[in-house]
């Protein structure tokens, strides 16, 4: 599939098959997350993949009520490993670097036949302590992945008018 087209075509998906995702394709989404780019090429992350039934289910837990996260065959819990790190500008870079990282795995997944959803609505504290993430690192967001079970439906989106100025604000 085509960059474009994937960009076009892929939805938030939140209700799965139960059909198991092939290591090869998930190597293929990983892949994917491991070429990203990041600030000063720091690939300052680690990609959690949560297979087991009882821990998804752990995770759905401290995910306000979606509970569609533990029907997800796989959750890959994108961790930042130096959330003190900075962009030039000063923005902290870790959750800009993880974005582009779970956003080309959205991508990749779409284009393998795969639905994917972010979630970002959930208890960091509680992630970290379910997934034994460190002290020192820090659970940016979640993402489902598996077949999707329903297409997902397309919500609108701004026109380019409305979003983009040229030359200044
Ligand atoms: C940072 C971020 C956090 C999100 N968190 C959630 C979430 O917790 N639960 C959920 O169902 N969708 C979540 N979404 C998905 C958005 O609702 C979705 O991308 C948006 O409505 C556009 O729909 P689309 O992905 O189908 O194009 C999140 C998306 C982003 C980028």
């Known amino acids: 599939m085509e960059v474009f087209d994937a ?3 892929r939805r938030s998906i ?3 098959l139960p059909d198991e995702v092939g290591q090869e394709k998930l190597n293929q989404v990983l892949e994917a997350a491991r ?11 680690k990609f959690v993949v949560v297979r087991d039934a009882g821990i ?3 995770l ?4 306000r009520g979606q509970d569609f996260v533990a029907d997800a065959p796989v959750v890959v819990a994108a961790v930042a490993t130096d959330p003190t790190a900075t962009t030039g500008s000063g923005e902290p870079a870790h959750r800009i670097d993880l974005a582009i990282a779970v956003d080309h795995m959205t991508l ?3 284009a393998l036949g795969l639905g994917t959803c972010w979630i970002g609505a959930f208890d960091q504290r509680g992630a970290e302590r379910i ?3 460190p002290q020192s ?6 993402m489902t992945l598996g077949y999707p079970a329903r297409e997902g439906v397309f919500r609108g989106r701004k026109s380019i008018e409305e979003i983009v100025s040229y030359d200044g604000y």
């Open 56 to 58: 998804r289910k752990q």
């Open 7 to 9: 960009i076009k075509t």
């Open 108 to 110: 990749a997944a779409h």
């Open 14 to 16: 939140r209700s799965y």
């Open 131 to 133: 997934l034994k993430v």
């Open 137 to 142: 690192a820090e659970v940016v967001v979640l």
């Open 60 to 63: 759905a837990g401290v995910t």
């Open 35 to 45: 070429l990203a780019p990041s600030g000063a090429n720091r690939q300052a992350w």
